[in-house]
């Protein structure tokens, strides 16, 4: 076992990939010398050459259209947008070249690659720099969409997804880069895409949540058990395209109660996809509403500190969401 | 260069230009450009007194880039203004104690702590706000030109990119429609050399001021250190667009003289770089110039500096944002006001129009 933060765990995770697989490679803004802008390939670059790591022009189409290229023509591209929010140039190869490529080429190309993409807010990033913009990617049908929340789930989730034959979308919580260490299993460690994880077992209700929201969650739970005396369940989804239903649904059915939580905002929000999914397919076992907990209808993190506070989805705001569930 | 572009500087003599600067033009631009730096400097010591949120993004060694171009536009004109170009807001009119407030994402700041730093614009002074996607705004800059040209109004739409964003494909379409309907645009390119770490050389292979000629239409390289230069080449750029003669690429040389935002080491720059810039400081070099025209250039920078110790004194004093007005403004809840800001400075007259 060893300890590291979720940056580090990435780090690694590209390094051990890139160190078993010549065809790993790894391209963006500033990824090179600099090491990226949060320093998640730091190193990459003096290890593997500039042929192995790019240092690309400030082109976040070209990111995502040549590692699809490069994907159909044998490598295993890991692309990194500085930010999810200058996502944006790249979203029609995307949605248009990566998610479909399989599909329509009827199976005879398919593109193993990844890009990676810091998100999320708390960081006074304002509205460009702290976006949570996952609902856009898994509305599309033929990416795999993954939010890790721990350092061995960041490591294990980045490292199955190198592997994959299909596009990753890998969201990682900027806010939780260097929040805390934990530990991280030694070898070749690998946690399959599309397994929620129970984080914490409860009986009165369950809360599903990813990436940052995971620490807030397991927090708000700790309160609610001493509080409250209510045992909240914290399911880690982890993936979040394909969802892991089975792990979703058996939850529900030893609670009876769902809250959703993410920082997006709620209208359309992926939490909508896990609150139809309870609703239709949990519904005999619901003994409350299926409740959203999520970012409100503004249109971005508004930049103060006191207004990005407002904003922001916390330990207390999932404590009296689920104090009101819990009492229903 | 391009034959297109080398032409440039023959057609700017038959312009009947340089405009001429008057005496109190020439300290205009030297207050300006001291403006900036003193309101930058003013706002970081604000970011490591923990006071600025986020990060903190300056133009320093830019200010001539900034200031000249503005001073070019008259009232009528509008501006997309950049990260890097705080001058140019004050140019038209911005005052540096708003400025504050919004680098303190104070209520009394442009956006009422609503966006950072640089993401403002005072709508009243004809300006418009940047995003950090880059370079969005050279596309809005060819919709509002497209708005004048309709309209046959004589006015210009000026907008400010980096190097670095020139690569981006937006960059290309907005030269594109600039070329094709010959839009009362004027684009700056700021080469300030880096593009966060990455140097010129990874960004292009072509220099992008030999691109406009590609495009269909004039680009120009200027030193971007000397206020003067950059304001000769936008005002005679200017002067064309407004005549409907169509856009022009200015490609001001300059260089970023402090980090990509207050939290970068600067690592990847090379030391001697700095040493070389430093010695082109667009303001020593002003003020050198101006004082050898026996102007009193330590009294400007004596006004500006009590101007901006009471602009920081009246930030400070104004009231964190109320989170109750965080939900405003999504959409619009009255008529919106239409019609065109004043600018306090203007050489504009309706004889223009
Ligand atoms: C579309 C987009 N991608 C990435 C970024 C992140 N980013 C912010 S500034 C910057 C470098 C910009 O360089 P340049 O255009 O030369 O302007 P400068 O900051 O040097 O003035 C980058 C990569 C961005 N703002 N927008």
């Known amino acids: ?328 | 260069m391009t034959t297109e572009a080398r032409r440039f500087p023959a057609e700017h003599e038959e312009d009947g230009r340089p405009a001429a600067l008057t005496a109190a033009d020439r300290r205009a631009l030297l207050r300006f450009m001291l403006m900036m730096r003193t309101t930058e400097e003013r706002a970081l010591a604000l970011y490591q007194q923990g006071k600025v949120p986020g990060s903190f993004y300056d133009g320093r060694g830019q200010e001539a880039t900034a200031v000249g171009p503005a001073f070019a536009l008259g009232p009528r004109d509008r501006a997309c203004i950049l990260h890097r170009d705080l001058g140019a807001h004050f140019v038209r009119g911005v005052k540096p104690g708003p400025v504050l407030a919004q680098m303190m994402g104070r209520a009394g700041g442009v956006t009422e702590g609503k966006d950072a730093n640089m993401h403002f614009a005072d709508r009243r002074v004809g300006c418009v706000q940047m995003v950090s996607m880059l370079p969005d705004m050279a596309l809005v800059a060819c919709g509002l030109a497209i708005a004048f040209q309709m309209r046959r109004e004589p006015r210009v739409a000026l907008t400010w990119f980096g190097d670095g964003a020139t690569a981006n494909g937006q960059w290309h379409e907005a030269m594109n429609i600039a070329g094709i309907r010959k839009l009362p645009v004027v684009l700056i390119l700021e080469n300030n050399q880096w593009a966060y770490s990455t140097p010129n050389e990874l960004e292009f292979a072509v220099d992008p001021v030999e691109r406009a000629a590609g495009y269909g239409f004039l680009g120009e390289k200027v030193d971007g250190n000397d206020v003067e230069a950059v304001f000769q080449a936008a005002a005679a750029a200017c002067e064309r667009a407004r005549q409907g003669r169509g856009p022009t690429l200015i490609e001001a040389e300059t260089m970023r003289m402090h980090g990509h935002g207050a939290h970068d080491d600067m690592r990847y720059v090379p030391k001697e770089m700095f040493a070389e810039w430093e010695a082109r400081d667009p303001i020593r070099l002003y003020e050198q110039r101006l004082a050898a025209d026996g102007v009193d250039v330590e009294s400007v920078s004596q006004s500006v500096e009590k101007e901006v110790d009471e602009a920081t004194e009246w930030a400070l004093g104004q009231p964190m944002p109320e989170p109750g007005r965080a939900t405003a403004g999504v959409f619009a809840d009255t008529d919106p006001e239409l019609g065109d800001g004043e600018a306090p400075w203007s050489r504009w007259t309706d004889e223009h129009a």
């Open chain 1, 1 to 328: 076992m060893a300890e590291m933060n979720i940056l580090e765990a990435i780090r690694s995770a590209m390094d051990e990939e890139m160190e078993r697989d010549d065809r790993v490679m790894v391209l963006g803004e500033d990824v090179g010398k600099k090491g990226g802008v949060f320093g998640a390939t730091d190193g990459l670059f003096a290890k593997y050459g500039e042929k192995r790591v790019l240092d690309t022009p400030l082109t976040e189409g070209m990111i995502a259209g040549a590692a699809a290229g490069a994907a159909i023509y044998g490598l295993r591209p890991i692309a990194e947008m500085q930010f999810a929010d200058f996502v944006y140039p790249a979203f029609n190869q995307i949605v248009s070249e990566i998610s479909r490529m399989r599909y329509r080429s009827n199976g005879t190309f398919g593109l193993p690659m990844v890009i990676r993409m810091p998100y999320g807010g708390g960081v006074h990033g304002a509205l460009y720099h702290s976006q949570s913009n996952e609902a856009y990617f898994t509305s599309t049908v033929g990416l795999k969409v993954v939010a890790p929340g721990t350092p061995a789930d960041a490591k294990g989730l980045l490292k199955a997804s190198v592997r994959d034959p299909d596009p990753v979308m890998f969201f990682e919580h900027k806010k939780t880069y260097r929040l805390f260490k934990a530990d991280v299993p030694d070898g070749d460690h690998l946690v399959p895409i599309g397994s929620a994880e129970v984080a914490r077992p409860g009986k009165d209700l369950s809360i599903f949540c990813y990436g940052y929201m995971r620490t807030c969650a397991l927090e708000a739970a700790e309160t609610l058990a001493r509080e409250d005396g209510v045992e909240a369940e914290v399911v880690d989804l982890r993936t979040l395209r394909p969802l892991d239903r089975a792990t979703v649904l058996g939850s529900v059915e030893r609670t009876g109660k769902a809250l959703v939580v993410h920082e997006a905002n709620r209208f359309g929000g992926f939490g909508a996809e896990v609150a139809a999914t309870i609703a239709q397919d949990g519904f005999e076992h619901l003994d409350g509403p299926v409740t959203r907990l999520a970012g409100p209808e503004v249109p971005g993190v508004p930049y103060h500190h006191d207004l990005e506070e407002w904003f922001m989805i916390g330990p207390a705001k999932i404590v009296d969401a689920a104090r009101a569930l819990a009492a229903y």
